[in-house]
Antibody
Framework: EVQLLESGGALVQSGGSLRLSCVAS????????MSWVRQAPGKGLEWVSA????????YYAGSVAGRFAISRDNSRNTLYLELNNLRADDTAVYYC??????????????WGQGTLVTVPS | QSALTQPPSASGSPGQSVTISCTGT?????????VSWYQQHPGKAPKLIIY???ERPSGVPDRFSGSKSGNTASLTVSGLQADDEADYYC??????????FGSGTTVTVL
């Protein structure tokens, strides 16, 4: 059974940093691209970042480029998202999600339950 | 960030059909065959129900169908059931390794 379990969410002051983790199980982690998607309270979904299976290719939404960094450790089946220079509008539940097919489709067939990041204004 | 445009709400009675639109541009919805749809119940993670415009993942009932015409994609839910009451989001690849989600539609089963 495919499972994704996020952790690391917290309340952090504006300008602060945080690292989110997502531990994957039930599939060959290194064979799949992974993404982070966030959802502000009461709002819609926003794609944040994606990384290839080998970790060599990383992509970012314009709203986080230069502040967030995605990475992965395939030996630990773990996906990371480093959040820096946090702002109030980064407040959201952050989901990790598995790409069905890297480089095409751009669809996510499995999602974690999310971890909440709160940046007070 | 340019979210795709969806109607805020849609509704139908049990057994009826409801169709949700997702309007983008020729740079996203109209330019690529990579439109997906997700269902999200309150407090839960999204669930993929349509990918690549009209493909259904294994286990998704054929009551859910997707299509696209020009810059607008559509999701139709036929034979509405109580459990279909949820938020629905479209998404589309937008080139240059970016993607966008739609603004979301809340479906109410009357």
């Amino acid at each position: 059974e495919v499972q994704l379990l996020e952790s690391g969410g917290a309340l952090v002051q504006s300008g602060g940093s945080l690292r989110l983790s997502c531990v994957a199980s039930g599939f060959s982690f290194s064979n799949y691209g992974m993404s982070w998607v966030r959802q502000a309270p009461g709002k819609g979904l926003e794609w944040v970042s994606a990384v290839s299976g080998g970790g060599f290719h990383a992509y970012y939404a314009g709203s986080v480029a230069g502040r967030f960094a995605i990475s992965r450790d395939n030996s630990r089946n773990t996906l990371y998202l480093e959040l820096n220079n946090l702002r109030a509008d980064d407040t959201a539940v952050y989901y990790c999600a598995r790409d069905q097919v890297w480089g095409s489709s751009w669809s996510f067939d499995y999602w974690g339950q999310g971890t909440l990041v709160t940046v007070p204004s | 960030q340019s979210a795709l445009t969806q109607p805020p709400s849609a509704s139908g009675s049990p057994g009826q059909s409801v169709t949700i639109s997702c309007t983008g541009t020729s740079s996203d919805v109209g330019g690529y065959p990579y439109v997906s749809w997700y269902q999200q119940h309150p407090g839960k993670a999204p669930k993929l129900i349509i990918y690549e415009v009209s493909e259904r993942p294994s286990g998704v009932p054929d009551r859910f169908s997707g299509s696209k015409s020009g810059n607008t994609a559509s999701l139709t839910v036929s034979g509405l059931q109580a459990d279909d009451e949820a938020d629905y989001y479209c998404s589309s690849y937008a080139g240059n390794n970016r993607m966008y989600f739609g603004s979301g539609t809340t479906v109410t089963v009357l």
